[in-house]
């Protein structure tokens, strides 16, 4: 994590020189960011879903921006795919994961293998008992934020176990189809459907702060095949895992590009946004029409040249190091 400290120490190395010779527009800009706390940050993933959660998980491991508190894993049942267990698959995609990256002392707890019934009946589990203990650890004044990258069972839980957490955290969500110019909103989109309840106990609780990454803007961000086999293959445990996760996957629902040239890096698009929020921007909106009318925070666009750029920056200084 970094600190006070570290911070100081940037600043130090900076010479009176060479702070008089930026503009004051680019001073005020990097003072700003090498200011910024890391974003304390849970990332909730149905990891063995998809490709693009793996993708997501390495680099918000990395960047510096963000400070992962933990790692848990959702369900994904409404998949074709879908085994018994999806939670216990998403579980092991994580630690594989983080052991490939030496994260394994970051907690990493179960979520919930069921969806919630009712809005208002919870699906305890160890990742829901993980989040409210870490929002309830969080000072005065500071908020746990969740990047919720499939259903959100296991906060949605949490809030409904332990009202007390509903200051203390920001829920991220990436869901919904959704049309800024109209603000018209679809819930027929995969994360809501393994979860519809979740994200309506979510939205209808008041108080608490509520941000969408909508499949609608996250869907620009995509990745090639080329780019991805140059930056990863053969050159590190980890590439080699994304890579051989991106070629052995059956992706059922594209049949049109039975190479799999290409994909959606709809979880990356969040975690990027959440640690360089520069990347995208946010519009204030009313929530659905069928849920609690209130305001939250949607993302509208995302600079998908920046995410990509910054994503490999930082996966190459991974990959080249070990």
Sequence with gaps: MRTMTSRRHFLSTLSAASLSSLAPATLSKLLRISLRDPLPLIIDADTANEVDDLFALAVGLLAPELNIVGV?????????????DTVGKSQAFNEDIMRLMDKLSVPHPQGSNHPMVKPHRAQPSDAAQFIIAQAMAMPDGEKLHVAILGPATNLASAVVMEPAIIPKVVANYLGFWHNPETNTWSKREFNTNNDPNAVDALI???GLDF?????STSQHLVFRKTVVDAHLKGKSGLGDYLVNRWGTFDRYWQPDDKEKTKWIMWDVALILALAYPEMATKKRVQSPHDNRMRLIDVYTAIDTAAMEAKFWALLDGFVGEE
């Design 204 to 206: 209808n609780t008041p």
């Design 211 to 215: 941000r969408v990454m909508t499949a």
């Design 72 to 84: 848990t894993s959702a369900q994904w049942h409404t998949s074709p795919q879908a085994p018994a």
